[in-house]
Structure formats: C-alpha cells, structure tokens
C-alpha cells in the first residue's frame, strides 16, 4: 500500500568515502519505486525523511573515516537520527499505514544471537546499524526499514522525533548507571549527549550537577539550560587530580557518587576516576580510542566501578513518552538547521566549533 501524498523529488544521500569527500548525489530506493510502493521486502516500510540530526560519529566518520573497528573502506550514506512519515507499507505490515508520523530506531538485529534472545539487542553480533560502516545510513529523502524499528511519534515534530536517538543514548546511560534523586553526578563533556543527559538528571532529581567542558561557549549553554546546573572549565594541561580537586570543590565538598563520562577522553576518563567517592561508578557513554591509560589502581583501592555503554536498546517507547508529556525538551539543543540540499554546509556548520553548533538539523520537504 503506497501513499496518497504528491511525491515528486528523487532521492538523494549524503555520501563520504576513504578519501574523506562529502557529496550529494543520488540514492536508492528510486523516485519511481517509491510513487509505487515497490521493492519493499516483508515487514518493511518507505519512510520519508523529514528531519536527521547530525551526530559526532557521522562528522568522524566524514573526517577519521573509522570509530575503532568500524571504517569507511567504501562509498557511505550517513546519518542515523532521524524522523518522518510513512510513504508506503508492505502487506505484511498491519500496524502502520501511510500517513503515520515515526522516528527511526536506525538498526536491524537478527533476533537469534544471545543479546537478542535476552533483550539486550543492541549487543546483537550481526546488527546492522545504519550509518555504520559498510550500512548505509538515514541522509536520504527515502528509506525503506523494517516497520518494526519505527516508532509512533502522533503529533511530536520531526525535530523532537530526531532527537529521540541522542535522548535513547542518554536514558541508555541513566538507566544502567542507576542514577537517582539525589544523588551528586558529574556529567563530563557538554557536547549534545552531555547536554541531553543533563536534561535527564534534572529530571531524575541528581543534586548536585557538576558539568565539565573545554568550551566557555557549551558550558555556557549547558547554564542556561539547566540554571542549577554547575559547570566546570577543564583547563588544558590541568592534572587529572587537580581537575577532581576543583570540581569537588565546585559540588560543594561533594564528591560525585556517579560521574557519566561522555567525551570518551583518556584526560576527562581519569579525572572522572579522581573524582567520584569510594564506591562509586565512573560510567563512559563516550566513544575515544581504541586503547588509553586509566588510574588503575584508584579504581582498585576506592573500588570504583567502571563501566561502558554501547548504543542503547528498549529506549524509544520510554524517550517518547518523556518527550510528549515535556519531561524532556531538547528543543533548545537545535542551533542550526539545513535543507538537504545544503547538507554539505550543514556538516561543515557541525564541524566548526567556532559556529557553537549543539545539534545541526538537515530536514526535507516538511510541509508534506
């Protein structure tokens, strides 16, 4: 079953290669497959794009070409959060019609494996995740994806329906780091997953809020988002112990009892571990290189643990419902937004730390 609506644009992606290019051009399923609702497979649905946020690893990946183990040996659609609207359906799908506004949870498991089968999906050993490396991303007009992974957002906008992936590695974070009310949290880093999981401890009631950043410009905005909130300026060069030292005294004397690490810096790494109290849990949602030096044994002696995160699973339905009944509002986070045909400035826009870019929208024919 294909949509009513006018569809008269072709699709286009947003590519990049080993050589680190980044172009427009165009991309698959085709404008005719798409009028006509074919081409689908069981279980799959073509959804127009309405809005994508661009996120760090899509910027790595343009500019490193690799995160780890995962590396751009091709040409490469990017991007992985996003939002839109059903164009077509295949008959095997019954709950969604064309029409249904949804976001994108971006990866495709095959339900067998042992993280599968225990409902820890994300760990799945033949996921595809789209956007990484060699599976083509969401930076197109049209996407054909198992209805499955496409959530309901009813009347949420695009944006805020894009925004449910960083929002899915926050709760990702919060949930298996077991922050709550009360406790004293040391965020590190005031980029977008800082940022968003600031929002998500406001909410769970951490007092106090360290936030830490490089930046004047991010932990300025991570202020004026949270007015409780208390920022700390890492200064280069500053030893991992002297930085603990400051933002102890910034809490109040208050050691941290969780420190949520999301700049996956071997610096912010240490001096999260120089921080928090004995017993307590340096948990990294940062993503940094492939090996780095930790204070190995002030883990051991004050019996910190530290632990990883890798993406997320089961978040969506519970990111919607925080977003809908404004718990979170991560509408301030939209610094800039772009048309896709000028996602080229849109990434060089994400790119510039000089823009004070939070988070860059790419969006496609939103009045459709």
Known sequence: MSSTTTITKSNVGVYTNPAHDLWIAESKPTLEEVKKGEGL???????????????????????????GPMIVEDTHILGHESAGVILAVHPSVTHLKPGDRVAVEPNIICGQCEPCLTGRYNGCVKVEFLSTPPFYGLLRRYVNHPAVWCHKIGNMSFEDGSMLEPLSVAL??????????????????????????LLCCKAAGAEPIVITDIDDGRLNFAKELVPRARTYKVERGVTAEKAAE?????????????????????????SAVWS?????????????????????????????????????????????????SGVIDMKKLVTHRFDIEDA???????????TGAIKVQIQSELDI
């Open 172 to 197: 990702a974070g919060m949930e298996r780091s077991g922050v709550k009310l009360g406790d004293p949290v040391l965020i590190c880093g005031a980029g977008p997953i800082g940022l968003v999981t």
């Open 246 to 270: 400051d933002i102890i005294g910034v809490a109040g004397g208050v050691r941290p009892s969780i420190a949520l690490e999301c700049t996956g810096v071997e610096s912010s790494i240490a």
């Open 344 to 354: 080229i400035k849109a990434f060089e826009t994400a790119a510039d730390p000089r």
């Open 276 to 324: 928090v109290k004995f017993g307590g849990k340096v948990f990294v949602i940062g993503v940094g290189k492939s090996e780095i030096n930790i204070p190995f044994m002030r883990l051991s002696t004050q019996e910190i643990d530290l632990q990883f995160q890798y993406r997320y699973c089961n978040t969506w339905p519970r990111a919607i419902r925080l977003v809908q």
């Open 41 to 67: 497979k069981e279980g799959e649905v073509t959804i127009g794009i309405k809005s994508t946020g661009i996120c760090g690893s899509d910027v790595h990946f343009w500019h490193a070409g690799r995160i």
